[in-house]
């Protein structure tokens, strides 16, 4: 299987850098590092996740409180978001939905 980004979720990527690198020094590359590990992990474990609006399985990262939104389409990942679960389960939705 491919794992393909989309743009959508890279953004989220970038802010969830901003965030964390505003924190601390060094905590944002920490950040990316272990969401992309997440993310990565999904070669092996895709398909087995939770089902979120009956359209997306939804991993839930390992360091952060953040959950990896994707589908699987003809042996590719497609990653839609990558979002903060900390927001209100309305902002995820809409976000998804978007």
């Given at each position: 299987m491919k794992i393909?980004?989309?743009s959508s979720a890279s953004q989220d990527l970038v802010d969830g850098y901003r965030f964390y690198e505003q924190q601390a020094d060094g905590v944002g590359s920490y950040f990316l590092d272990s969401l992309y590990s997440d993310i990565?992990?999904?070669?092996?474990t895709a398909g087995v996740h939770q089902k979120y609006?009956?359209?997306y399985y939804r991993l839930l990262s390992k360091r952060f409180p953040f959950?990896?939104?994707?589908?699987?389409?003809?042996?590719v990942i497609y990653v839609y978001a990558v979002l903060d679960c900390r927001k209100k389960p309305a902002w995820i939705r809409k976000k998804l939905k978007n």
């Open positions: 393909k980004i989309l990565d992990s999904l070669i092996i609006l009956k359209k959950a990896v939104y994707y589908k699987i389409n003809n042996n």
